[in-house]
Nanobody
């Protein structure tokens, strides 16, 4: 089992920045990649950014150039730096950890962007 705890969400004005953190614990040796997803009200959950154990990253087109995913292996923590926030970035942001057999999810952290 892998446990994920997100933090760093909040209310911010458009144009502002936030850094989300996701601390992983448990059987983290089984994890191949970590990712951030988000789900806005009335919408499906969507992939925002992902990072592999080797450090390769992938971003949704809507966030390229504004979001940066990174990891600190010593702290078993993945970060999502969010810059130039837009009202349409408002959503619950979820951290996920992916092994060969399953995905683990955190409880989510709310990001609200006011215009």
């Amino acid at each position: 089992q892998v446990q994920l705890v997100e933090s760093g969400g909040g209310l911010v004005q458009a144009g502002g920045s936030l850094r989300l953190s996701c601390a992983a614990s448990g059987s983290i040796f089984s994890i191949n990649a970590m990712a951030w997803y988000r789900q806005a009200p009335g919408k499906q959950r969507e992939l925002v950014a992902a990072i592999t154990n080797g450090g390769s990253t992938n971003y949704a087109d809507s966030v390229k150039g504004r979001f940066t995913i990174s990891r600190n292996n010593a702290k078993n923590t993945v970060y999502l730096q969010i810059n130039s926030l837009k009202p349409e970035d408002t959503a619950v942001y979820y951290c996920s950890a992916h092994s060969l057999s399953r995905a683990y999810w955190g409880q989510g952290t709310q990001v609200t962007v006011s215009s």
